[in-house]
């Protein structure tokens, strides 16, 4: 006899968070037997940005508040509209599930929730269902968030250059280096309260998948098990999205533009759309670029370019590419593509990994300061820009040491070249992402 089941998929709608959960149920759904439903729980503008044609027919994506009331003006920062969002929660949720079950006919028989959503252990708790977590960054900033108390108990921001060496995963990490909520910043805010309370919450969780690979980070992911029950590692999700991309899809051109440049001559640069560098420094990188005559394309939205020098676009149109749009993966795929410059999210980091390449870092929140340690002090695949800022002589000089002529350059794309064989495998047919792959389906579909 068939099972029935209905997993409640509850996303957390700000940056790569819902995307990063949407690929992972369309995973669970291409392995799912029959009998079973997936309500994706998203905002509306959440939800409008991800789904697509091609999103599997399993998957039905429901619209919850964003907590941003009709008579009020829509906030403007991503700080004011998570603190909005936060508020409504867990409310506007419990809506939601309600009327996802009354559509399909079926009660939730499970819940998969992105980690920050910690609401869903009483959610479930309410309903006596199990919850299966997922948490989109890596093992290391896990391990931050999970070990709050512990590391707030030894350290604070007056210990801010001593290592975390108290865990193991995080020896190389220096407590300024920590994400903002586990020693510094504002430990009342909302999204500070809600990580601290979901580092508590996760240990009443029926398993918790990260999207990252075992071999990666081990004695982070080693931190975490004697915590957390079923820590399993079922990433990276960047590799689900293929590489090959016709001519006519890129509509930016990108790629017709990098097969006129040499192996590894050209820089790119993309910070996404939810956090850019200050203004005075995007002046900076676009001198830097404009005196180094170095190749780039660089991933600006429209409503940046207002901040480049005047003349800037006109003047660098020999060797620089500017579009508000550029096909990421497949850009860093490309083989003219020598080093990366972005914020080292968790996203961006495996891109550039799969794909070979070098970084250059300017890290700006949550953990991308820790990423950066690693990158630069663990890994060895990359370097931090001088200071932690982009200033026109200390991109330069990032520049010159990160490209392919450098010895530097090719140190670290050597070491990038290992870490992506090791990626590869993981993800094989017999490799630790994918046997984990298939532990955290089964928990998830044998509710």
């Not at 909302?190 to 998948?209: D, F, N, R, Y």
């Not at 080093?339 to 968790?346: A, N, Q, S």
């Amino acid at each position: 006899m068939t099972k029935i089941l209905h997993i409640a998929v509850l996303a957390f709608p700000f940056g790569s968070h819902a995307a990063a959960l949407l690929d992972l149920a369309q995973r669970l759904a291409a392995s799912a037997p029959p009998g079973v439903s997936f309500s994706f729980l998203s905002t509306p503008a959440s939800n409008a940005k991800i789904f697509s044609k091609s999103t599997h027919s399993l998957i039905k994506p429901y619209d919850v508040w964003d907590g941003i009331m009709a008579e009020e003006a829509t906030p403007q920062s991503p700080e004011q509209l998570i603190e909005m969002f936060l508020k409504a929660t867990p409310d506007n949720f419990d809506v939601v599930v309600k009327k996802a079950e009354s559509e399909i006919g079926v009660k939730v028989s499970c819940f998969l929730a992105d980690a920050f959503l910690w609401f869903a252990d009483d959610m479930a708790k309410e309903m006596s269902v199990p919850w299966l977590a997922f948490w989109v960054p890596g093992a290391s900033s896990l391990s931050a968030h999970v070990h709050t108390d512990l590391i707030r108990a030894h350290f604070s921001v007056a210990n801010k250059e001593e290592n975390v060496k108290i865990l193991p995963g995080l020896s190389a990490i220096r407590v300024a280096d920590l994400p903002e909520g586990v020693v510094s910043g504002d430990l009342e805010s909302p999204l500070s309260k809600m990580l601290q309370e979901m580092g508590t919450k996760l240990a009443g969780a029926t398993a918790v998948a990260i999207n990252s690979f075992e071999e990666l980070e081990p004695l982070a992911t080693s931190d975490l098990k004697p915590i957390l029950k079923n820590v399993l590692n079922v990433g990276p999700s960047t590799i689900t999205v293929p590489l090959s991309l016709s001519k006519s899809d890129d509509t930016s051109g990108c790629l017709k533009w990098l097969d006129n440049h040499e192996i590894g001559s050209v820089v790119y640069i993309g910070f996404g759309n939810v956090l850019v560098p200050p203004p005075t420094e995007i002046v900076a990188l676009a001198e830097a670029l404009d005196s180094s005559k170095i190749p780039f394309i660089w991933s600006l939205p429209d409503t940046m370019r207002s901040l480049l020098p005047n003349g800037f676009s006109e003047k660098t149109s020999g060797h620089g590419k500017i579009v508000a749009w550029a096909p990421q993966l497949q850009v860093l795929g490309h083989p003219s593509v020598g080093v990366y410059v972005t914020h080292c999210g968790f996203n961006s980091l495996m891109e550039s990994i799969f794909c070979g390449v070098a970084l250059i870092v300017r890290p700006l929140l949550g953990d991308n300061m820790m990423n950066c340690r690693l990158v630069e002090e663990v890994w060895k695949i990359g370097m931090r820009v001088k200071d932690g800022k982009f200033t026109k002589c200390g991109t330069m000089e990032a520049l010159d040491s990160c490209l392919m002529f450098s010895d530097r350059g090719k140190e670290m794309r050597d070491n990038v070249g290992i870490l992506r064989s090791r990626l590869l495998e993981s993800t094989g047919p017999n490799g630790s992402s994918t046997q984990n792959f298939k532990a955290f389906s089964d928990l998830l579909l044998t509710t």
